[in-house]
């Protein structure tokens, strides 16, 4: 690229690059169309949506394993891997404070449920770990065989870390088994690259069987609920992130993230996972032009660590859960409500569900005593929030890699790329 002072963004690249997001949206919007006209044909196409997905399932374990390892253990200099994972998780938790924050000022401006709920249905609760076991099960598996799976991110991510720093204090920065996971993290990418062209076919099916099935179950107050948090998403993208950039990147940093963001936004809203967005993220990073040992970090670390949109969710669900039971949010609970938002995100998984884990802490801290009635009333809104806070989650783990970058490679790392 030339410099210039703004960015000069080649507009055959752009070209490149929209003309597949533009082939996924008509598939979104195909698919919404069929699966409103013909529910029962949509769900019976479903299989096509879920055979991309276990496809990207299938490559995120190898892929994180690849880059995180591959990322650590290549460093010539070991200070600088301990700054980028440091200043990675001051953002994650700096970021998700302002999140949590802005929802609760919302939540108490525009309540979710106005009147108490009456007869509110019950739902039987199975076991729920406490607090040291989720944490001793976010870091640590029972043995190798169960780091294997998608359902064990953050577990990996440790893993990759030290098997990475192990590597590195042998080899230094170069030798064999570097060579191997930097080599292999290259061909998981390619790998990537060649499922992708699937893409279309598989959000067609996606998003006609949404259609299908929850286009008509929201009720008044969820429908409230949602009124509140689908704009803030899209107005957090629209404002937030360009700071952000703008902090990380400089001049012209703003635009240049937007020109790459909507890609990793759109695998996001189309999978409802964080993980699967990883590849999508790695490749816009590269093309920005942003370190590979920075976003060999940020952005699988963040798929599991980076949960600003839900930071959101979180809020909004004890404000909604409060409101059924005939209470209201109060400002002396703005502390530990956020603490607790930061804390629940950072250990949700970066799959579709996340096993729960963010509404047994809720329910633990706040509703101990009314857990069978409040579990399923928080269930419901993670489910219908699920999109969009997935697409801040994911797309957020590229802006944040602009912050990093900021500190691990100087304010002016984007200018010195661009020259």
């Not at 703004?6 to 997001?21: P, Q």
């Not at 309540?111 to 509110?120: D, F, G, I, Y």
């Not at 816009?284 to 963040?302: C, F, M, Q, R, Y």
Request: proline share 5%.
């Amino acid at each position: 690229m030339k410099k210039s002072d703004d960015l000069n963004i080649n507009k055959s690249d752009i070209a490149k690059n929209y003309l597949f997001l533009g082939i996924l949206i008509a598939a979104m919007i195909l698919g919404c169309v069929f699966g409103a006209m013909n529910p029962d044909a949509a769900r019976k196409i479903n299989f096509l949506g879920t055979i991309f997905i276990n496809m990207m399932f299938c490559i995120v374990v190898p892929l994180v394993f690849a880059s995180i390892a591959g990322a650590v253990a290549g460093m010539k200099n070991r200070t600088r891997a301990g700054k980028i994972i440091g200043y990675t998780i001051a953002t994650f938790v700096i970021t998700g404070i302002i999140a949590a924050i802005i929802m609760f000022v919302l939540m108490k401006a525009y309540p979710p449920v106005l009147k108490a709920w009456e007869n509110v249905p019950s739902e039987e609760l199975g076991e729920y770990a406490t607090i040291p076991q989720m944490i001793t099960n976010f870091l640590t598996t029972s043995d190798f065989t169960g780091l294997l799976t998608r359902r064990a991110m953050l577990p990996l991510i440790v893993f990759s870390l030290i098997f990475g720093f192990a590597t590195n204090l042998i080899e230094g920065g170069e030798g064999p088994v570097t060579n191997f996971i930097l080599g292999l993290s290259k061909v998981m990418v390619k790998f990537v690259n060649i499922v992708t062209y699937y893409a279309p076919v598989a959000f067609f099916a996606i998003f006609a069987n949404l259609m299908a099935d929850y286009g008509h179950m929201i009720t008044e107050a969820y429908a409230r609920a949602m009124i509140v948090y689908y704009p803030l998403c899209f107005i957090y993208l629209f404002t937030a992130f360009p700071l952000f950039a703008w902090f990380g990147g400089g001049k012209g940093a703003a635009k240049l993230m937007f020109s790459k963001l909507a890609r990793p936004a759109i695998v996001s809203l189309g999978t409802c996972s964080s993980v699967a967005t990883i590849p999508t993220n790695l490749n816009v990073a590269e093309e920005t032009g942003i370190s590979k040992d920075v976003s060999n970090i940020v952005i699988p670390l963040g798929a599991t660590m980076h949960m600003d949109g839900s930071c959101f969710s979180c809020v909004l669900k004890i404000a909604f859960v409060l409101g059924v039971f005939g209470q209201q949010l109060s400002w002396n609970q703005l502390i530990p409500i956020t603490l607790l938002a930061v804390f629940s995100s950072v250990g949700m998984s970066g799959v579709p569900g996340g096993g729960y884990i963010g509404e047994y802490i809720i329910c633990s801290v706040f509703f101990p005593t009314r857990m069978e009635l409040a579990f399923p009333i928080l269930v419901a809104i993670g489910n219908l929030v699920d999109p969009p806070a997935t697409m801040i989650n994911a797309s957020g783990d590229y802006v944040v890699s602009f912050i990093v970058s900021r500190f691990v490679d100087g304010k002016d790392w984007l200018q010195k790329k661009l020259k």
